[in-house]
């Protein structure tokens, strides 16, 4: 009973050679107009502020992008990790599936229902999308360049769109904004799911802030500086990534990004099963698709983030480093980033589909009484370290990360129940025969 | 239920190692890593549904399903249907819509002129089928019920007769119709009721 | 000047006066419309005031939006939206402190306040949150007597900062500060030299506030989960 | 440069202050009084860039994280008080709780 043509079209599509032809076209096509615009913009990459510029909008394009990809790459995996294929019907592979549906959110019918709060049922989804945006300013993407048409002596371009001396300060602030689109969209929505949700995404935000702060102190300590392309200049000098000095810090951060970004195993503000969405119960068409662009690019923030703090950036052993300064040494470095960003996303998605959610008060839990004091302990035996000028000595700063682990299990074995053990203040289940 | 029925489970008391909780996280992505590159079984497991359908040997109960339906025809060739309205008053949906003519047959005082159902209303629950006296609407097993419009998902006399002749091997009628009180074709309506004689 | 200033000021308090919740809705939007003209006549002022500085423009847009936002959370009737328009507000004085060269600040205010402290008030005000605009949101008490006061404050205010900053108007702009402006290590040094006892009783503040926090709301036993969740 | 903001945070000290005389709910009170620190700690660090005599300091930024860090304890205890008032009289309305002047 379908439609002979649209048939056709799918057939079409469907083949590799034609998606991959259209691929290359595309990307041909780019390529030959940048290139015959070259003269038009040279002048722009040689100054700071014009080439930042220029970085923003290709990131910009670039990100928007690859979260539209993403959820594709995310229902790809939750069917593979499910015995499934995902989508395959769009397009090769499923590779049109992001182009589906984005067609599909825009022809939706927007609904604004009667009772909710108006304008800030319409600032929600703006808000969310644009705190998970905003992040990516700081992001040192290929470490410094230099042009080929520049004098020898001039200094080096960085590819970042802001090289803010604050550093990932920034980033706490930009990251703690997300909260608000969550929050106001549960307010405004008018609606108990909603209004749950909101509630839900506040404390667990204000929650997780501490250790993935505690965890972002770890580091400062470690490097003393701030700002991100120190960071990762720092970690490719000695060819020695943070991961290997401090992986407890490592875990604090991941785990708090994961509950920043509302995924599971924290994706309890929106609980489908208890909360029939949370938040984003009322929101239909394109504002949904901007919650959901927001916390797919809330995640690519994170990634990035992480890979800057203990990942090394840009920097790969055997691979161009800091003092390589040329145009493709700058193109392998943001490939090697990209690709680190990448892995850590599938993780990200690994995770969410094989951990089961918390419980509310397991989540709290989880936050206030084991990560807050393991980020508090580690924190103090880096002060220490530092004063012994030892922080980057990779056996010192393990030493210490194994002796806060054997803590940890040793006071894990003296009590009685794991930190994600039922609610205390329930009755206990006694179903004992009664004779 | 006795007391002696009721299986105490303990909870398993948790090592320290447990406790952290990250062995079962690594052995969790593990199971899901071992599934993602499990394509055998994913071949063996998912039926790429439009090209390659399920063959039924028998645990599918096709015969149960209720799908598209279909009027039957009688063994003349003719539509079963006695334009009784029980199966529109049967149908909690509204779905059916008859308008009865009187029959060119003399076995029966009326025949449809008109049978529509919308399917996109229907509800699938098969009490017209139970409703019908003689056998004459059925729901198939078929379940491609697709379209672009929502006027092509209205189905009318003549198509439901054609379902009938597609599902004709899949399904067959089960009863001989009732019309004909155990007989085939019109040659038993000598010994027909009284008042079916009367008419002829 | 100072007459004008007085002037302006006057008009402010007569424009807050009339946009205050509990007034008609056309008496609030002509409260509103005074407002702006004593916003836009004193803007005039303090940029004429400022010496051709390079960030003038800068100053007079956030300042613009840090007044215009002050003055909508005291009026909303909405406490959300008064909660919303504080975080404009801090949004507003954050760029300021950009412009004072305190980006360490302005970032330390933004995760402190917006992040956290205005969470827990927008947490607070939904869990208090009634179905229709409650009666002491839509009514304000004694908004005579509390613009009054306070536009006398102000003015009184603004005199005397401009009698105490005539001499030094005069000396030349102070050079922007040193190598690297509002970094950590600049703000750091005196915290943990000079004033090293200071914050160490502000530590014990927080932990006081902390303990209190949780005391008070631990009051009732029902409520001890909640608490749990909130600074 | 020092005067617009000196100018500005007493507008914003000011605008506080009548905030919290006139409004009744507790929560924009105490918001109020947030509204008021914002005016402080602007002129605080307006003073230590644009010092009077001598050199810009740090000091003014270093009164002002003092000044945040009291902000923070403030809203903490309020929000308890808060909500805890609010559990037991369901109301929100700062006249309600006159009983507190009485006895």
Redesign the interface.
């Known amino acids: 009973?379908?439609?002979p043509t649209i048939k056709r079209i799918e057939t079409v599509l469907r083949k590799p050679a034609v998606i991959f032809g259209a691929g290359a076209a595309i990307l041909l096509l780019v390529t030959a107009l940048l290139a015959l615009a070259f003269p038009l913009y040279k002048p722009l990459l040689s100054s700071q502020f014009s080439f930042s510029m220029i970085v923003l909008a290709v990131m910009l394009v670039l990100i928007l992008s690859a979260t539209a990809l993403c959820i594709l790459f995310e229902r790809k995996?939750a069917g593979?990790?499910?015995?499934?294929?995902g989508p395959n019907r769009v397009g090769f592979w499923g590779l049109l599936q992001p182009v589906a549906d984005g067609l599909k959110f825009l022809l939706k019918e927007d609904i604004i229902p009667r009772h909710v709060?108006k304008p800030?049922f319409l600032l929600a989804p703006a808000l969310a999308l644009a705190a998970s945006l905003l992040g990516f300013a700081i992001i040192p993407w290929a470490g410094q360049v230099r042009w080929p048409w520049m004098p020898p002596d001039a200094p080096p371009l960085s590819t970042q769109v802001a090289n803010?001396?604050?550093g990932f300060?920034?980033l706490?602030?930009v990251?703690?904004?997300s909260?608000?689109g969550v929050?106001?969209a549960?307010?405004a929505s008018n609606n108990k799911y909603a209004?749950y949700g909101?509630?839900r995404a506040?404390?667990q935000?204000?929650?997780y802030?501490l250790p993935l702060g505690l965890g972002l102190l770890v580091v400062l300590l470690v490097s003393g500086t701030?700002q991100l392309d120190q960071i990762v200049q720092q970690q490719a000098a000695t060819g020695v990534w943070n991961i290997f000095l401090h992986p407890i810090a490592f875990f604090l951060v991941l785990v708090s990004a994961l509950a920043e970004a509302n995924r599971a195993p924290f994706d309890l503000p929106e609980a489908e099963q208890e909360l029939v969405g949370g938040y984003h119960t009322e929101y239909s068409a394109m504002k949904f698709a901007m919650f959901f662009l927001g916390e797919y690019a809330h995640m690519i923030t994170s990634s990035a983030l992480i890979v800057a703090l203990f990942f090394g950036g840009w920097h790969f052993w055997g691979l161009p480093g800091p003092e390589n300064v040329t145009w493709w040494a700058m193109l392998i470095k943001l490939a090697v980033y990209l690709t680190k960003v990448a892995l850590f996303i599938a993780l990200f998605m690994?995770?969410r589909?094989?951990?089961p959610r918390f419980r509310f008060?397991q989540l709290?839990r989880v936050a206030?009484q084991s990560l807050v004091p393991i980020g508090v302990a580690l924190l103090a035996a880096t002060a220490a370290l530092t004063y012994l000028g030892w922080q980057r000595n990779v056996w010192a700063s393990l030493a210490a990360n194994l002796l806060l682990l054997a803590v940890?299990?040793?006071s894990?074995?003296r009590?009685k129940r794991?930190?994600?053990a039922r609610q205390e203040?329930l009755p206990e289940i006694d179903?004992?025969?009664?004779? | 239920m006795r007391d002696d029925d009721i299986i105490v489970l303990k909870e398993p008391e948790l090592t320290p190692a447990e406790r952290l909780y990250l062995p079962q996280i690594l052995d969790g992505l593990k199971t899901t890593l071992r599934h993602m590159f499990d394509l055998q079984r994913r071949h063996a497991v998912v039926h790429q549904y439009p090209e390659q359908t399920r063959e039924d040997t028998g645990e599918l109960r096709t015969a149960n399903y209720h799908g598209v339906h279909r009027l039957n025809k009688d063994p003349d060739g003719r539509v079963a249907c006695v334009a009784c309205f029980m199966c529109s008053t049967a149908c909690p949906a509204h779905c059916i819509h008859i308008e009865a003519g009187e029959s060119p047959w003399p076995d029966r005082e009326k025949y449809p002129v008109q049978f529509d159902i919308d399917e996109l209303r229907c509800i699938y629950c098969g009490l017209c089928e139970e409703a019908c006296p003689v056998d004459a609407i059925e729901l198939t097993p078929l379940y491609e019920l697709v379209s672009c419009t929502r006027e092509e998902l209205i189905l009318d006399k003549e198509k439901l007769l054609q379902i009938y002749e597609e599902t004709k091997g899949i399904k067959p009628r089960r009863n001989p119709p009732v019309t004909d009180y155990g007989l085939t074709g019109t040659q038993g309506l000598d010994v027909a009721e009284p008042n079916m004689k009367r008419k002829v | 000047m100072p007459t004008l200033l007085i002037a302006i000021l006057t008009l402010g308090a007569v424009g807050l006066f009339l946009a205050m919740p509990g007034g008609r809705a056309d008496t609030r939007r002509v409260g509103w419309v005074v407002l702006a003209a004593a916003g836009a006549v004193l803007l005039a002022l303090l940029l004429r005031l400022v010496p051709g500085a390079d960030p003038r423009g800068l100053f007079a847009g956030f300042a613009l939006v840090a007044v215009f936002a002050a003055l909508r959370v005291i009026t909303h009737g909405k406490p959300v939206y008064s909660a919303l328009y504080f975080i404009l507000l801090i949004f507003a004085v954050t760029g300021l402190l950009v412009l004072l060269e305190a980006t360490f600040l302005s970032m330390a205010l933004v995760i402190i306040y917006a992040g956290a402290i205005l969470v827990t008030y927008v947490f607070v005000i939904m869990l208090a949150q009634q179905s229709r605009p409650a009666p002491y949101d839509v009514k304000s008490r004694e908004p005579v007597w509390g613009c009054l006061a306070g536009f006398l404050l102000l003015i009184l205010l603004a005199r005397q900062i401009e009698l105490f900053l005539v001499p030094a108007q005069r000396t030349p702009l102070p050079a922007p500060i040193a190598e690297a402006p509002g970094t950590i290590e600049a703000v750091g040094v005196p915290l943990l030299t000079e004033y090293v006892v200071a914050i160490q009783i502000i530590g014990l503040l927080l932990l006081a506030a902390l303990v209190g926090a949780i005391a008070i709301a631990r009051r009732r036993p029902t409520t001890r989960a909640e608490s749990e969740g909130d600074e | 440069m020092l005067l617009p903001y000196l100018l500005l945070g007493a507008i914003l000290f000011v605008l506080g202050l009548i905030g919290f005389v006139t409004r009744r709910n507790l929560i924009i009170m105490f918001l109020c009084t947030e509204m008021m620190f914002q005016g402080i700690i602007l002129n605080l660090v307006a003073f230590g860039r644009y010092p009077l005599k001598g050199a810009p300091t740090f000091d003014g930024q270093v009164f002002a994280l003092f000044l945040i860090a009291v902000a923070a304890a403030e809203a903490a205890l309020a929000l308890a008080l808060v909500v805890l008032l609010y559990r037991y009289q369901g109301t929100l309305d700062a006249n309600a709780y006159r009983m507190l002047k009485d006895e």
Not at chain 1, 80 to 85: G, K, P, S
Not at chain 1, 431 to 435: D, H, I, L, M, N
Request: glycine letters at 4%; aromatic letters at 14%.
């Open positions: 009973m379908t439609d995996i593979f990790t499910q015995d499934r294929y709060d800030l803010l001396n604050v300060l920034y706490l602030a990251g703690s904004l909260v608000y929050v106001l549960g307010y209004f909101g509630m506040a404390a935000m204000i929650s802030e701030l690994l995770v589909w094989t951990l008060d709290m206030w940890l299990l040793r894990a074995a009590s794991p930190v994600t203040d179903v004992r025969p009664t004779t």
